[in-house]
Structures are given as structure tokens and as C-alpha cells.
């Protein structure tokens, strides 16, 4: 398999934390790549036409994107305990956490984009007051789901401790620390993990190049 990736994008790191902890992280080649916002890539189109990464192309060459799509993916070629649970009302939980956790990282890339950016005369405070608030509700959400993060490794957790690396590297949206102990202390020990530790984001050397390691808006 061949991975496109940034390697400050919390969406690639979710997937490469899935590949590691599914045993399957030695089987796939990364390919990283610089995006922009506002310029094509024209090798990445090749494979998706969003233009976004993660894009993963299976064994077989076919694309896979976003990162939902190319974790379960992964999560079908692993014979361990599965990361997505198969039964049914833990399913939906477990998905749920997923997209509140994406849905997070969407309104605080937008926030890093309105900030890093848009030219500054372009700037316009209310749309990121407004996303910061859909990131403080959704870490309020997150803080309330302590008995769903408390079970057995899924992919819920996997999005969130992400998500929540990428607020802590970045620091779009302020600090997320101060009423929310029970989920950074749950954070704080979910970054042990090996596979969390050997996917750490890292700072392009230019930073304008790729504020926020996604290249577009959601992957």
C-alpha cells in the first residue's frame, strides 16, 4: 500500500496510528507531500480529485479516501480485535466519536486557516469566533463520553487523541486544558501509546507552506 501524507495532519495521523496499532504499519510505503490551500497538486489529483491527504492506494491500486474510509479499511484487513466494535449499539457510539472528533479538527483548521492564511485584511473575527465555539462544544462532548473512552482501544479514541494532539501542537482555538480534566488526563495517557508516540506531529520546516498539514479543508 502507498500512503499520501502531511506529517502534521491529524487525519493522516489517525490513520497511521490505526495501521500501527492493526499490525499493518510495515506494509505501507508513504509518499509525503507539501499542499496548498489554493495551488493543485497535480500528482495527488492523479488519485483524488479533492486533493486532500490522507489518499491511500490499496495493494490492488485503487484510491482510498478520507481518513474514515481508509481506517475502516484498514480495520477490514486485520485479524486482531477490531477497532470499529461490530456490534450494533457500540458501533454507532464509536462512529459517533469519530465525527464529533473530525468535526472538531474541521473548526479548528478553519480557524488556523482564517489566521495563517487569509490575508489579513480578509480576516474576519466572527467566522472564527463562531467555529471556536463549535470546537469548545464538541470538547465539552468529548469530556461527557469518559465511559465510552474508558472501554477496549476503537477508533473513536484513536480520532480523538488525535484530534486533540493537533489543538495542543497547533494551538488554534486556545488552550483546552482548563475545565476539561477528565478528558486531557484521559489524553495525557492515551499519547503514551507507542503507536500515538511514533506518529508526533512535526512542523514543516516552512511554515506557511502547510499551516495546518491537511492541504484543503477536511481529509
Known amino acids: 500500500m502507498k500512503l499520501f501524507y502531511h506529517p502534521s495532519s491529524p487525519y493522516v495521523r489517525k490513520v497511521l496510528v490505526t495501521a500501527i496499532e492493526a499490525g499493518l504499519d510495515a506494509r505501507i510505503e508513504r509518499v509525503a507531500l ?3 490551500p489554493v495551488q493543485p497538486h ?4 492523479r488519485y483524488n480529485p479533492l486533493m486532500k491527504v490522507p489518499t491511500l ?3 490492488a491500486g485503487v484510491p482510498l479516501f478520507d481518513s474514515r474510509v481508509i481506517c475502516e479499511y484498514l480495520d477490514s484487513l486485520h485479524q486482531g480485535p477490531k477497532l470499529l466494535p461490530p456490534e450494533r449499539e457500540q458501533r454507532w457510539r464509536v462512529l459517533r466519536l469519530q465525527a464529533l472528533a473530525d468535526g472538531l479538527l474541521d473548526a479548528a483548521v478553519l480557524c488556523r486557516y482564517e489566521a495563517t492564511v487569509r490575508p489579513a485584511e480578509k480576516q474576519w473575527a466572527e467566522w472564527v469566533a463562531g467555529q471556536r465555539v ?3 462544544q464538541a470538547l465539552d462532548a468529548a469530556e461527557a463520553e469518559m465511559d465510552l473512552l474508558a472501554g477496549p482501544l476503537h477508533l473513536g479514541q484513536i480520532a480523538l487523541a488525535c484530534a486533540l494532539g493537533w489543538l495542543e501542537f497547533r494551538a488554534p482555538i486556545g488552550d483546552i486544558r482548563g475545565t476539561r480534566p477528565a478528558l486531557l488526563a484521559w489524553y495525557d495517557a492515551f499519547a503514551a501509546r507507542p503507536s500515538m508516540a511514533a506518529t508526533a506531529p512535526t512542523a514543516p520546516v516552512n511554515q506557511a507552506d502547510s499551516p495546518p498539514g491537511t492541504g484543503t479543508i477536511r481529509a
Do not use: D, F, I
Request: proline share 0%; charged share 25%; glycine share 0%.
Open 42 to 45: 497535480r500528482q495527488l489529483a
Open 134 to 136: 463549535k470546537a469548545m
Open 57 to 59: 492506494l490499496t495493494e
Open 34 to 36: 507539501t499542499l496548498s
